[in-house]
Nanobody, 115 residues
C-alpha cells in the first residue's frame, strides 16, 4: 500500500514562506495526480493545489499567485511552496495521491501563520 508523509510545516509570520514536502512510498507516484489539501479549525477540508503526472497544475482561487505545486517523480515527492502567507492559510495541510484505482492521504502537517 501507498504511504504519504508530509513535512515542512511550522510557524511563520504573515508574508513569510514555507515549503511543504510529501514523500510517497510505492511505485504508483509517477502515474498519479498529486494534490495538497488543507483543513482549518472548524472548517471542511479543501483543495489547495494539484498537479497531474504530466505537470498540469490547478490552484484554489485563494492561493493563486502565492502557492506553487511541483513534483519530482524520481524522488516520489511533491512540494508546495507557499509564499506571501496570510493568517487565513493557517491549517493542517494534507498530501493526496489519486490514481485510477484509489486515493491515499498523508497524516498532515501543521502550518500556523501568526504574528
Amino acid at each position: 500500500q501507498v504511504q504519504l508523509v508530509e513535512s515542512g510545516g511550522g510557524l511563520v509570520q504573515p508574508g513569510g514562506s514555507l515549503r511543504l514536502s510529501c514523500a510517497a512510498s510505492g511505485s504508483i507516484f509517477s502515474r498519479s495526480v498529486m494534490g495538497w489539501y488543507r483543513q482549518a479549525p472548524g472548517k471542511q477540508r479543501e483543495l489547495v493545489a494539484q498537479i497531474t503526472r504530466g505537470g498540469i497544475t490547478n490552484y484554489a482561487d485563494s492561493v493563486k499567485g502565492r502557492f506553487t505545486i511541483s513534483r519530482d517523480n524520481a524522488k516520489n515527492t511533491v512540494y508546495l511552496l507557499m509564499n506571501s502567507l496570510k493568517l487565513e492559510d493557517t491549517a493542517v495541510y494534507y498530501c493526496n495521491l489519486h490514481n485510477i484505482n484509489a486515493d491515499y492521504w498523508g497524516q498532515g502537517t501543521q502550518v500556523a501563520v501568526s504574528s
